[in-house]
């Protein structure tokens, strides 16, 4: 799956549950530029994550693992938000995405620790040494 914003809504019973997200920057993005965030039940649990940079590089897979998550009303919601980034002098969004995701009861080993993107530097942008975007970046 991938969009700029989505989520994913899993029903479960109550308890303490894992989640494995797996991922791979097989798309030939510059995954610094196309960074995104993660949220787990409304809470931001990664930020600006690089993919390539947090597998040890392009086309690799890598795991990243929550424990200890607990339903909400009997849902554990993931929500993938893409970041705001510079592109030259444009403010832009890329896209989130997933490949996989698992999600059991208890704790799962192992799950790489995630990388974050540089965050694009808005002070100069808002003080005119950028264009505008356009409402199409948004």
């Known amino acids: 799956v991938h969009a700029r914003d989505f989520w994913v809504n899993l029903t479960v019973g109550p308890g303490r549950y894992h989640l494995r ?4 920057a097989t798309r030939e993005m ?3 530029r196309n960074c995104f965030d993660i949220l787990v039940n409304g809470e931001r649990s990664v930020e600006r994550l690089d993919v390539a940079a947090t597998a ?3 086309h690799r897979a890598v795991d990243l693992v ?12 993931l929500r993938f938000t893409a970041a705001r980034t510079m592109v030259g002098d444009r403010l832009v969004r890329g896209e989130a995405f997933v ?3 698992e999600v059991g009861p208890g704790r799962a080993r192992g799950g790489a620790k995630p990388v974050s993107a540089p965050a694009p530097n808005l002070t100069e942008w808002a003080a005119g ?3 505008s975007p356009s409402a199409a970046h948004w």
Not at 21 to 24: G, Q
């Open 21 to 24: 997200l797996k991922f791979a």
């Open 30 to 32: 510059d995954t610094r």
């Open 56 to 58: 040890g590089g392009p």
């Open 66 to 77: 929550f424990n200890d998550v607990a339903p909400r009303n009997g849902v554990i919601e």
């Open 99 to 101: 490949q996989a995701l």
């Open 129 to 131: 040494s950028a264009s």
